[in-house]
Each structure stands twice: as C-alpha cells, then as structure tokens.
C-alpha cells in the first residue's frame, strides 16, 4: 500500500519587534535573555550571544531559541508567513463581511466582476493594482465597488481610489499605513449599473 506523503516544514515562529516589546519576547521564547533595549534597538542572547534587533526587523525562533533576526526587506526576500487555523477563521469573517458588501449592492445589477491579489507592501508604501473584468462590459458608464478580504492583517491596508480604466480594466490604488502588510490580500472588484 503507497504512503501517504505530507508537506511538511519545521515549525518557526515570527513576530516584529515594535522597539518596546522585548518583554512580550521574553515571555514568548524560553532562551531569550534581554541585555539592552535602548531607543528601539534590542540586544538579547538566545542559544547564541549578542543578537541586535532594530524596531521593525523580525525575531524568528523554534524550539525555544532565536534561530535569526530579519530586516523588513530580508523578511520579504527570504520567507513568508504561513496560514494557521485562526487566519482560516479569519477568513470566514471576511467572507461573511463580502456577503454584506454584496447584499449592500442591493437591487442593482451586477455586471461583471474581477479579483486581484494586493502585492506585499512595505510601511507608507501604495500600489496601483489592475483588477480585470469578466466579462468585458459594453462601455465605461458602470460604476465599480471595491473590497478589501481574504489577507493576513488587513487592518493597515486601504483603499485610496478606484477608476474605471476600460470595458475591461479597473484601478485600484491601495496604500499600507501599517509596518507591513503581509501577503494573501485580495482585492474584489464589481461592476453594477
């Protein structure tokens, strides 16, 4: 009988360091000695001495102990976050909060309609994203709605505008007014007339 083959990774945990919340790591890793915390910096020993943390790097650790300290762009470059069953639970509210959205639209017709994913976004950074219409609409004279769901801490990301580009096209300009936003953000785009 063939085995049943799982994807499978070690167990890392991650969390960013504010430039206060030494404590909140202390209580979290069991091999973590804080040495210094001045002006947002951290120095702490895990396993290993003289780990620096600046305010907005990453503090990532398994077993107990710091295996390594990431800046916002290293995170971006070299990991990612991973789903557990709460953002799973999180994402039942968002479907439940885009049934409203749609319920909202009331008896207007919905057209056409298009999704997009919001790349990851770095602290006051905005994006243009470009969301495509199915199917192709007659003309320009709808009028789109936008929402925002099925991301990892969606709270900081906004919606700045959104314009009607083509019978096809639909902009949306979202802006990260967070430290970061992480990855698995959707944007959602109908067009009603």
């Avoid at 960013?16 to 919340?21: F, L, M, P, V």
């Avoid at 320009?140 to 709270?155: A, D, E, K, V, W």
Wanted: net charge negative.
């Amino acid at each position: 009988m063939p085995i049943d083959v799982h994807f499978v990774t070690e167990k890392r945990f991650g969390a960013i360091y504010d430039g206060t919340n030494s404590a909140d790591f202390n209580t979290a890793i069991s091999n973590f000695t804080i040495v210094s915390e001045v002006g947002g910096v951290l120095t702490f020993d895990s396993d290993n001495p003289g780990y620096v943390a600046n305010t907005g790097d990453w503090i990532i650790w398994l077993q107990g102990a710091v295996a390594n300290v990431f800046s916002p762009s290293q995170f971006a470059t070299f990991l990612t976050t991973v789903p557990t069953d709460e953002r799973v639970d999180d994402l039942a509210t968002d479907l439940t909060t885009l049934e409203a959205v749609v319920d909202a639209l009331g008896d207007a017709a919905m057209l056409s309609v298009g999704a997009a994913a919001v790349p990851t976004l770095l602290a006051s950074a905005q994006v243009t994203v470009s969301v495509t219409l199915y199917p192709t609409l007659p003309d320009t004279s709808y009028t789109p709605h936008t929402q925002l769901f099925g991301g990892i801490n969606l709270g900081p990301l906004e919606i700045l505008s959104t314009t009607v580009v083509s019978t096809t096209v639909v902009d949306v300009v979202v802006r990260n007014n967070g430290l970061l936003s992480l990855t698995g953000a959707t944007l959602l785009v109908s067009a009603v007339g």
